[in-house]
Nanobody
Framework: QVQLVESGGGVVQAGGSLRLSCAAA????????MGWYRQAPGKQRELVAN???????NYVDSVKARFTISRDNAKNTVYLQMNSLKPEDTAVYYC??????????????WGQGTQVTVSS
């Protein structure tokens, strides 16, 4: 089993910055892609950004040039640096990690979610 612990959410004014962290703990053969999703009230959960174990990144268009995803493989941690935040970035942000288990089966795990609120 894999446990994900998120931190770094909060309330910030428009134009401000926040940094989210998600640390994975447990047993696995390898951690593959790591990513961040978000869900605003009344909306579907959407992918914000993800990063492969090779370091390739992917962003939703609305956050390009403002958000940066990174990972520290030694710490099994993924980060999301969010700059120039806008009220429309307000959502619950969820960490997602794809792992190859010791059985060599692939599984996805979700964090508990962290609230990000951007005031205008």
């Amino acid at each position: 089993q894999v446990q994900l612990v998120e931190s770094g959410g909060g309330v910030v004014q428009a134009g401000g910055s926040l940094r989210l962290s998600c640390a994975a703990a447990g047993s696995w053969y390898s951690i593959d892609a790591m990513g961040w999703y978000r869900q605003a009230p009344g909306k579907q959960r959407e992918l914000v950004a993800n990063i492969t174990n090779g370091g390739s990144t992917n962003y939703v268009d609305s956050v390009k040039a403002r958000f940066t995803i990174s990972r520290d493989n030694a710490k099994n941690t993924v980060y999301l640096q969010m700059n120039s935040l806008k009220p429309e970035d307000t959502a619950v942000y969820y960490c997602n990690v794809a792992v190859t288990r010791l059985s060599f089966r692939r599984s996805n795990f979700w964090g508990q979610g962290t609230q990000v609120t951007v005031s205008s």
